[in-house]
C-alpha cells in the first residue's frame, strides 16, 4: 500500500532542513522550533472557509479522485534518504513539548499542537500515542480549558479531534464533554466556538456516547441552529450555525429512526433555508435532504407493498432492492420543493457568481432528493444510450487507491466522508487504509476500471 500512504491533500512543510539534518532519535528543542514555525506558517497561510479550500485541499468532484501529494515530503521535505519512520521520533518530541507546559510559551504550546495535528492527520499514529494517553489528553483539555489565546484554544480543539479518531476509543467522550459544551457556550472568540461544536460531533460519534448521550448533543446543535447562534452567545454568527448544522447532520447518520426527530428538525432547517449565508442554506439543505433520504427503508422479505404504495425507482430495482416510504417527512412539501426551486435556479446578483454556482448544484441535488428520496449526491437523470437506463448515483467518488474507491451515492456518505475530511483533511486517503475507525465510517467498493 506505497501508493496509498503516500497520498495526502496538505502541502504544507512540517521539518525544517536544520531539522532533518539532526539525529532522528534525538530532535532538539531548537530543531523542532524551527519545524514548528515552518509548519505554523504555512498552515496559517490559507484563510479557513467552507468552500474556499475545498479545490486547495482535494476536493472531490464527479468522477474525480482525491488530488496527491507525497506525506513523506509533508513531514521530511526533500530529504529522501531520512529513514521513512523519522516521523515517530518527531512526534515523540512534539508530545514532549506538548506534554511539559511549565517550559512553554502560549505560542509554543500553539506551535507544538499544529505540528502534532499535522504528523496524526497525515500519518496513522495509534501505537505512538495511545500509551501517552493519559498526558496528551489532560495537556490538551488544559489549553481548551485555559484558552490563553484564541490560536492555542482552536488548535488544542483540532488537536483533541485528530487524537480522538486516531484512538478510536469508546472512553473518550465522558471526559470531554462537558468542556466542549461549556467552550461553545462560555468563549469570547467565534472560531474557538466553531472548533468546539466541530469536536464537540467528533467526541460524539467517534469516542463512545450512548444513544441517549448523542441525541443530548442533537438537540443541543438544533438548539443553536434555531435560536440563528443566539442559545451560545453568538447571534447570526453564520459560522457557527453551519457548524451546527454540520455535525448534527454527522450525529443523524447513526440514528436509525429519525421519525419523531424530524418534525422539529426539518422547522429549523427549513427557516434555515431563508438565511443571507449560502453556506448555512446548504448545510441546511443537506440536512433535509439527508432526512428524506432516512424516511425510507429497504423491503422486508416478508413484507408486501400495500395497493398503490410506490415502488421505488428503477435503479434500486436493477439492484435487487426495493425501497418503501415509512413517514412523512415535511407536511408542506409543497412549499419546501417551491423554495428549494427558487434556490437551485436562483439568480440575483446580490451574491457572487461562485455563490451562485454553488447553490444551483447543491440544490438541484437535494430538490432531486426530496422528490425521490432514494436518489442521493450528484444522481444522473441522464439516460444512457447503450442501456436506455438513467445512469443514476455514484458519479461522486474518492479513490483511495487503484484498486479502492468510496463512492458517494448517500446523503449519510457524504456528511461522514465531509467530517472525516473535517478532522483528517488531505490526510483522509492515508488514514482509510490503517485506520478502522475512517473506513468503518465509510464503506468502500472495489474498482472493476
Excluded at 29 to 58: I, T
Excluded at 238 to 264: K, P, Q, R
Excluded at 309 to 331: A, F, H, L, N, P
Excluded at 421 to 431: D, H, N, T, Y
Aim: proline share 2%; hydrophobic share 35%.
Amino acid at each position: 500500500m506505497h501508493d496509498l500512504r503516500r497520498q495526502a491533500l496538505e502541502s504544507g512543510k512540517t521539518v525544517s532542513r536544520k531539522a532533518r539534518s539532526r539525529n532522528a532519535s534525538a530532535p532538539s528543542s531548537k530543531a523542532n522550533s524551527a519545524v514548528n514555525s515552518r509548519a505554523n506558517s504555512r498552515a496559517n497561510s490559507r484563510n479557513p472557509s467552507r468552500h474556499g479550500s475545498d479545490d486547495e485541499e482535494g476536493f472531490l468532484s464527479d468522477g474525480t479522485a482525491w488530488s496527491t501529494n507525497s506525506i513523506d515530503d509533508i513531514l521530511n521535505n526533500e530529504d529522501v534518504d531520512l529513514p521513512p519512520d523519522a516521523w515517530k521520533a518527531e512526534l515523540h518530541a512534539i508530545i514532549e513539548q506538548i506534554v511539559d507546559r511549565k517550559r512553554s510559551s502560549t505560542e509554543g504550546r500553539a506551535d507544538s499542537l499544529n505540528i502534532y495535528v499535522h504528523i496524526l492527520m497525515a500519518k496513522y499514529a495509534r501505537d505512538e500515542i495511545e500509551n501517552r494517553t493519559t498526558e496528551i489528553l489532560p495537556a490538551i483539555l488544559r489549553s481548551i480549558k485555559a484558552e490563553t489565546s484564541e490560536r492555542e484554544t482552536v488548535t488544542a480543539l483540532r488537536a483533541l479531534a485528530v487524537t480522538i479518531v486516531t484512538l478510536d476509543s469508546d472512553d473518550i467522550y465522558d471526559s470531554v464533554c462537558d468542556l466542549l459544551k461549556r467552550t461553545v457556550s462560555d468563549s469570547e472568540f467565534i472560531q474557538t466556538k466553531i472548533s468546539a461544536i466541530h469536536t464537540l460531533g467528533t467526541a460524539t460519534f467517534f469516542g463512545g456516547a450512548s444513544e441517549e448521550e448523542a441525541e443530548d448533543i442533537m438537540a443541543f446543535l438544533l438548539e443553536v441552529v434555531e435560536s440563528d447562534g443566539l442559545s451560545v452567545d453568538a447571534h447570526d454568527q453564520g459560522g457557527i450555525v453551519v457548524a451546527a448544522l454540520e455535525e448534527w447532520g454527522l450525529l443523524a447518520t447513526e440514528v436509525e429512526d429519525m421519525e419523531e426527530a424530524s418534525e422539529a428538525a426539518m422547522e429549523a432547517f427549513v427557516d434555515q433555508l431563508q438565511s443571507s449565508d449560502s453556506s448555512v442554506q446548504i448545510a441546511a439543505g443537506e440536512n433535509i435532504a439527508l432526512l428524506y433520504e432516512k424516511s425510507y427503508t429497504p423491503l422486508e422479505e416478508d413484507e408486501e407493498l400495500s395497493e398503490g404504495e410506490d415502488s421505488e425507482d428503477e435503479e434500486y430495482i436493477k439492484d435487487g432492492g426495493r425501497m418503501v416510504k415509512r413517514y412523512t417527512v415535511y407536511r408542506r412539501q409543497d412549499q419546501l420543493v417551491h423554495t428549494l426551486e427558487e434556490l437551485a435556479n436562483i439568480s440575483t446578483r446580490k451574491i457572487s457568481k461562485k455563490d451562485r454556482k454553488t447553490l444551483h448544484s447543491s440544490f438541484t441535488d437535494i430538490l432531486n432528493s426530496v422528490e425521490k428520496p432514494t436518489r442521493g449526491p450528484k444522481y444522473s437523470t441522464a439516460l444512457n444510450d447503450e442501456t436506455g437506463r438513467l445512469y443514476g448515483g455514484g458519479r461522486m467518488k474518492v479513490r483511495i487507491n487503484r484498486n479502492v474507491e468510496v463512492r458517494i451515492d448517500k446523503w449519510w456518505k457524504l456528511q461522514r466522508l465531509n467530517a472525516l475530511r473535517r478532522v483528517l483533511k488531505g490526510g483522509f486517503a492515508a488514514q482509510y487504509d490503517e485506520n478502522e475507525a475512517v473506513s468503518r465510517t465509510l464503506p468502500f467498493t472495489v474498482s472493476r476500471g
